[in-house]
């Protein structure tokens, strides 16, 4: 097969995932992302320029808070870590799989451990276990780098 025949068939699959991934978005993981788009609109009406990260649509926000997820969207601080952006990202990927879930099962629960853990009364306490959301931003990151073609 020649460089062109190859080329538009990788152009092609990614087309099809990228494709599948805002049908899954739009319907199984609806409440997210249209949270998001609601937050995106609100963004891009006061003059923010959203980024691209494979499928995702990203934008970049203040400084000194790390990010948040809201399905086929996500919101970062400005010269946000290459982890913090994957890891993001990587929650868009927990959408697909939990739908109307996801608020319950990942988002409400990281909400309050971030909020806790910025509590003068709670920092440096065991607030709930970090097992489960390393191992959810370890497997998010990775499965998000190698749909977008980040390795490392």
């Known amino acids: 097969m020649s460089a062109a025949g190859k080329q538009g068939g990788t152009c092609a699959a990614r087309i099809v995932r990228t494709a599948g991934y805002w049908l899954v978005s739009l319907t199984w993981g609806g409440i997210m992302t249209l949270l998001g788009a609601v937050i995106a609109l609100a963004l891009l009406l006061t003059g923010h320029r959203p980024g691209r990260l494979g499928p995702n649509v990203y934008f970049e926000v203040g400084r000194g808070w790390g990010g948040m997820e ?24 927990q959408n697909l ?56």
């Open 70 to 93: 809201y399905g086929a969207f996500f919101f970062v601080e400005r010269n946000a870590a290459r982890e913090t952006i994957l890891h993001e990202a990587g929650h868009g990927i």
């Open 97 to 152: 799989l939990l739908g109307p879930l996801m608020p319950f099962v990942v988002c409400i629960p990281s909400a309050l451990r971030y909020w806790m853990r910025r509590c003068s009364t709670f920092r440096g306490k065991k607030i709930f276990s970090g097992v489960l959301f390393a191992f959810a931003a370890a497997v998010g990151g990775a499965l998000c780098g190698a749909a977008v073609g980040i390795s490392g």
